[in-house]
């Protein structure tokens, strides 16, 4: 829905945040990895992965909540070598299965288009506040022979007030009155217009790199080899490549994949054994 309305935007010339640009630019890559994302996580897979029992997290994936936890503590930057450093030091503390293993690429995939929709409502919103700073200036307009002003919206966002402010200064000093009435409000919310101006300032800055971490972040996902990912910090991997006569290390990758399946099947239905 975000990219049909920002796109219609650039059709009719309208101007659109940076943070617009990335997804507007990259939507294809989004469509394309929800596919990948439905097709290596389909619902009983899902079902079988281990859960939290935390309140605020009952019932959600182990591994989604860590691809959450990751993408807060990075602002959604991503590389290799982090993404390594960070399962090791999980695992420290708590082995993952096998099949969590496996479905870490979709779950951090799956993170990064939820914290990109996050980002998306947030750029409707803006548009949303900058559209209605228009409407307002515009019956403004049409009230000045009248000297009335027009009424201003209950909740006042920060994208609405930035535009409004500058639609006020093109005008001129006949917008004093404007700019009085909203000062007014303002202050009865216990802030100012410079706030208003800064926090949008802020937030747009914010959100475009946020933006630009995470379409990086999933573009890097997509063309990761996650065979040679998963055999590097599985713990049950190091323990069969203990084989003292070496056999198992020098399997092709699809023999070395049946002896874990193999483990998989072999372990607890909790994964413990995992």
């Known amino acids: 829905n975000a990219y049909r309305v920002l796109a219609g935007d ?4 309208e101007p659109i945040a940076p943070a617009a640009e990335w997804l507007l630019d990259n939507f294809h ?3 394309g990895e929800m596919r990948e994302i439905r097709h290596h996580l389909p619902t009983r897979y899902y079902r079988e992965l281990p859960k939290l029992a935390a309140r605020e ?3 959600t994936a182990r591994v989604y909540a860590m691809a959450v936890e ?3 503590y990075s602002d959604a930057r991503l590389d290799p070598r982090r993404l390594d450093r960070f399962i090791h030091a999980f695992q420290t503390v708590a082995p993952l299965s096998i099949g969590e293993l496996w479905a870490w690429p979709s779950m951090l995939k799956l993170a990064l288009i939820e914290h990109l929709r996050r980002l998306s409502d947030e750029l409707i919103e803006s548009r949303d506040g900058r559209f209605e700073a228009d409407r307002c200036f515009a019956d403004f307009e049409s009230t000045q022979p009248h000297g009335r002003l027009p009424a201003l919206p209950d909740v006042l966002h920060v994208a609405f007030v930035d535009r409004l402010l500058q639609r006020m ?5 006949g917008a004093a009155g404007l700019r009085k009435l909203l000062e007014e409000r303002l202050d009865a919310a216990g802030t100012t217009v410079e706030d208003a101006v800064r926090a949008e300032n802020q937030r747009q800055a914010m959100n475009h790199v946020s933006m630009g971490n995470s379409i990086t972040s999933l573009r890097l996902c997509a063309t990761l080899d996650w065979n040679e990912y998963v055999e590097a910090v599985s713990l049950i991997e190091q323990i069969l490549k203990r084989d003292p006569h070496g056999v198992y290390g020098r399997m092709e990758f699809k023999s070395r994949d049946r002896y874990r399946h193999a483990v998989e099947a072999l372990a607890e239905p909790s994964g413990e054994a995992q």
Not at 10 to 13: D, M
Not at 169 to 173: D, L, Q
């Open 29 to 31: 890559l989004l469509e």
């Open 169 to 173: 200064r093109e005008y001129g000093a």
């Open 10 to 13: 650039v059709r009719r010339g």
């Open 70 to 72: 990751l993408l807060r």
């Open 57 to 59: 997290l009952a019932g």
